[in-house]
């Protein structure tokens, strides 16, 4: 589905990915770990485009897509749900949700507009997907987002970007600064949503938890790959186990 060969990402001169290749095949969870620095949120960044590769090619379902605009990756059917988890804090968490369906929206519709027809409503079924994947969101949908607790917003920065019934979704750090019966939650649905079909590359400090989870990963340093394996490989690693799994 998913196929990075040789990309490289530069901050100005700094290189931050120096020639990566990763690739996820559908109905998979992959998990990207590594230290500080390593690298996941550019590759994330790279694939949803927010960054442009100097080098190599980003294939999805063999189209390269290096060179398209964002919101048109996210209408082809990737969506990001970035580290931090950036949630507009002023708008209601339904304003939130409907921002995710914005941006694969706006492209039908300028595709459509063009040929002088009216514009497509969106069909809002997702919004329910969402709020029964997350029922605390459709209690709260009328809070402003800033309101939640860090869970809740994790969960409506997920909700946003299934907003756009994405088939590979990126996760930069879900788990991070959540209380441990948050993170049990938040991995559950992403292991529902990936029995529902949704392919996901997952980045997570919680190494542990994360190959537990993904059917494989790759392990990141200073920019490059440096070991890759099934979940169980990698927990089994006698390296991996010393450098991220505190054993
Ligand atoms: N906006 C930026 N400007 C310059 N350098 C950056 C920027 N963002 C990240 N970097 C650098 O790129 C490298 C990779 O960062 P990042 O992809 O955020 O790593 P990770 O997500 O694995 O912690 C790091 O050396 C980091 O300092
Ligand atoms: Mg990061």
Do not use: W
């Amino acid at each position: 589905m998913l196929k990075l060969e040789s990309v490289h990402t530069s901050y100005g001169h700094i290189e931050a990915i120096k020639g990566i290749s990763i690739e996820i095949s559908r109905g998979e969870i992959v998990c990207l770990i590594g230290s500080n620095g390593a690298g996941k949120s550019t590759t994330l960044m790279t694939i949803s485009r927010i960054l442009m590769p100097s080098k190599g090619s980003v294939l999805f379902e063999g189209k390269e897509i290096k060179n398209l605009p964002p919101h048109k990756i996210v209408s082809m059917g990737i969506s990001q749900v970035p580290e931090g988890r950036r949630i507009f804090p002023k708008l209601t968490v339904r304003e939130n949700l409907e921002m995710g369906a914005y941006l694969a929206v706006s492209d039908q519709r300028s595709a459509v507009s063009s040929r002088g027809e009216a514009p497509p409503r969106p069909k809002n079924n997702q919004l329910e997907h969402v709020f029964n994947l997350f029922p605390v969101l459709k209690e709260r949908h009328k809070q402003m987002g800033g309101t939640l607790s860090g869970g809740e917003q994790q969960m409506l920065a997920i909700g946003r970007a299934l907003m756009s019934r994405p088939k590979l979704l990126l996760l930069d750090e879900p788990s991070l600064g959540l209380a441990p019966i948050i993170v049990s939650k938040i991995f559950k649905t992403i292991r529902e949503l990936n029995s529902e079909g949704l392919t996901i590359l997952l980045v997570e400090q919680n190494a542990k938890a994360a190959l537990k989870l993904a059917h494989r990963g790759y392990v990141m340093e200073s920019g490059r790959v440096i070991k890759e394996g099934n979940g169980k490989e990698l927990l089994d690693d006698p390296d991996i186990k010393k450098a991220y799994l505190g054993e």
